[in-house]
């Protein structure tokens, strides 16, 4: 074969290569068409008895000289990319996501800002027991300068006999107190009803981790203009915690905050799996701030300064933990909140990282 043969073999190669590339991307044009047809009738974009059958299209059709085996691997190729372009398609349609809007969410609770670069602190009790036990820690958040205090007033809890919280007389306590020390009160709501109700008492509307998929609540919190601390799910993937936020800010409510609470996994170390690189995808995803609970997701109070500073370290707008102030007769997790002084102490390391932190980012 003389050399110009072999050119013109390799033009008629690339012209191939052309035309394939044509098609392929011509065949991504009705890929897409399909994945929105699918969305707007609530079906799964993954067919598996529709795979099979162009499989077996495929195979019939086959005259050589490839393998069908071989061609089957590259269609299952380019089906799997197919797939994914649908997949991408939908990210990008989801309001919370980074692609549709690319600067940062604000949160303004009280003058306290979420998601504006400065890192701050959400602390409080488990559970609201008594209007004394709240402010004592009040008290002592603004010795600290604080201002986010949590505080559970309703408490879903694994067993029915466990202490249930105190209801709509908790998030009472927590609004004399929060007026009392100009603190903004973040308090989790269970039932889609009360959602209205808690507006009187909450700035912030917390959705914990057994409530990320309830649908219905999510819903209603999306319709209401006060802010939403959504917590990830106890099994959730990340997919599904940033679809529960699309369910809130598909009502139109897009201040929302999402909290890693950690995940349940076979480690028995800790309550929970703290994922802490949740935090940076999360970033990377969706255009709303990310505080990371240190409490639930350890459940050990050796362990809440290390990870509060691996919170920070990894980006984390804000750092959230327990305290109250006699832990040994609290009525919930009683072994994984700060008594005051271990609160002071660890306000006083974890400021001091933070303020570290900050610095070498000015020096950078």
């Known amino acids: 074969m003389t050399v110009n043969e072999l050119e013109v073999l390799r033009n008629k190669v690339d012209e191939i290569n052309l035309q394939i590339l044509r098609l392929l991307n011509e ?3 009705v890929v897409k ?4 047809q699918k969305n707007l009738q609530g079906t799964k974009r993954f067919d598996p008895v529709r795979e099979r059958q162009a499989l077996d299209m495929i195979a019939a059709n086959n005259e050589g000289p490839f393998e069908t085996s071989t061609l089957q691997h590259i269609f299952k190729t380019i089906f799997q990319a197919s797939l994914e372009l649908q997949e991408d398609d939908n990210r990008k349609a989801l309001l919370v996501s980074r692609k549709k809007k690319q600067e940062n969410t604000i949160v303004d609770v009280k003058g306290e800002l979420l998601g504006n670069g400065t890192q701050t602190f959400v602390m409080g009790p488990c559970a609201v027991e ?4 709240v402010r004592v820690v009040a ?4 010795e600290q300068g604080l201002k986010l205090m949590r505080g559970g007033a309703f408490k879903p809890r694994t067993s029915p006999y466990d202490f249930q919280g105190l209801g709509i007389e908790g998030l009472k306590i927590l609004r004399q107190v929060a007026d009392e020390f100009d603190l903004a009160i973040i308090s989790e709501i269970l039932n889609p009803n009360d959602i209205e ?4 008492y909450v700035d912030v509307i917390q959705i914990g981790a057994r409530n990320s998929q309830n ?3 999510l819903r209603e919190a999306g319709k209401v203009n006060k802010p939403v601390l959504l917590k990830r799910g106890l099994a959730g993937t990340i997919e599904e915690f940033i679809n529960s936020a699309e369910y809130i800010i598909s009502q139109g409510n897009d201040q929302i905050i999402l909290c890693e609470r950690g995940i349940r996994t076979y480690e028995k170390a800790t309550r929970n799996t703290l994922d802490i690189s949740a935090v940076p995808i999360l970033k990377k995803e969706t255009h709303l701030p990310v505080v990371v609970d240190v409490t639930h997701s350890t459940g050990r109070k050796d362990l809440l300064l290390p990870t509060a500073k691996a919170a920070l370290a990894i980006g984390a707008d804000a750092v959230m933990a327990e305290v109250h ?6 009525l919930s997790d009683a072994a994984q909140q700060m008594n005051i002084p271990e609160f002071h102490k660890f306000m006083a390391e974890v400021k001091g990282f933070r303020d570290a932190l900050a610095g070498a980012q000015l020096v950078r």
Do not use: W
């Open 27 to 29: 065949r991504a044009v």
């Open 33 to 36: 068409a399909i994945g929105q």
């Open 130 to 133: 008594s209007y004394e036990q």
């Open 139 to 142: 008290q002592a958040m603004k």
């Open 197 to 200: 109700m808690s507006l009187e």
């Open 215 to 217: 649908f219905d609540l």
């Open 325 to 330: 102030p006699d832990p040994a007769v609290a």
